[in-house]
């Protein structure tokens, strides 16, 4: 067992992909028109998707004229404070203007964002931040029972972002579904290409070995399924995708050697495999109880289609931001003044044309 999250009870074990069935989601794909420039969502995203609102009124953006920045960041339960038993106003606050110090230092054009309570609190970080996105979407994950999921997939971007979906495994029908699901969105390049952003984040590994992995080797088996579709679909000759989020699994580490988790992005590029445990490392040993203290892995993991490793656009090396994240006390909780942001440190890529 490696407990990097909190998410304890987030959901059950699968059986292999070919023993469940997916169903539509709650509500049918629907036409939201034009936002000004900013926005456009498409009918049509295909079965299981939901068109997204904006998480807040969207501002001007400017389009990718070039390089640009996309990051990922597991902001350990963020929460916007309000009615939540351990995190009032003040620590989500306080938490908040920690994070948002991170990534400002970062500054990623396109942050996608794990464990965010809802819009508030993404609206709360993007408040702390010394230049605020112009745009935000978060999803609004549902397991089977129907209570809201506090961990729900984010992103704030200063270009526009196209056909923003979610897929909630939630609507899954089975004996079993995975956890959460995953946020979707397109970046128009220059020359008529297109960036598709998969944002995720898969089971913990909390409980048994063997069904948290099964579980999240579903849900990455749906997401290749929908890359594959998109690829296949209009456009797909122009497409470059990139997967990004807490994936809760690091291949390079003894630990997961053997845990397929990730098998069917087998012929992607995986951006960290085969690089150092000190340069990969995204979850770091935090010290202070022995029964909780576990080795460090990269969790927070980008994969990439292979035509994002050629000409005309290609992806740069991850880099961590190695700050946020107190090793010393793993008693230190966010925004509590003790150091301590997250659980996990954010990796960024460049894409450049």
Known sequence: MRPHDSDRADGVALAPARWHRVRLMRSPAMVLGILGSILVLEAGAGPGHEPLPPAFPPAETASVTGAFRVATYNIENFADGVDDRDRPPPQALAQAKDAAAIVDRLAPDVIVL???ENAAALALLNGALARPYPVGFITDFRPPSGRVGPHNVAVLSRVPLRD????????MEGDVV??????RFGIDLPGGRRLLVMATHLKSNYGQSSRNQAQRRIAIEAMRADADAA?????GPDLEILVAGDMNTDPDSPE???DPTLDAFRDWVDLWRGR????RGTCPTRLGDPS???PPAAFDRILVSPALTNRPWTVTAPRRLAEG????????IPGTGRGHVSDHYPVAVEIVP
């Open 114 to 116: 794990q464990e965010i």
């Open 164 to 171: 923003v979906v979610e897929r909630d495994f939630g609507a």
């Open 178 to 183: 995975p956890t959460r699901g995953f946020l």
């Open 231 to 235: 690829l296949a679909g209009p456009g």
């Open 256 to 258: 997961f050697a053997k």
């Open 276 to 279: 150092p445990l000190g340069e």
């Open 292 to 294: 909780r203290e576990f």
């Open 325 to 332: 994240v107190n090793t010393k006390d793993i008693f230190a």
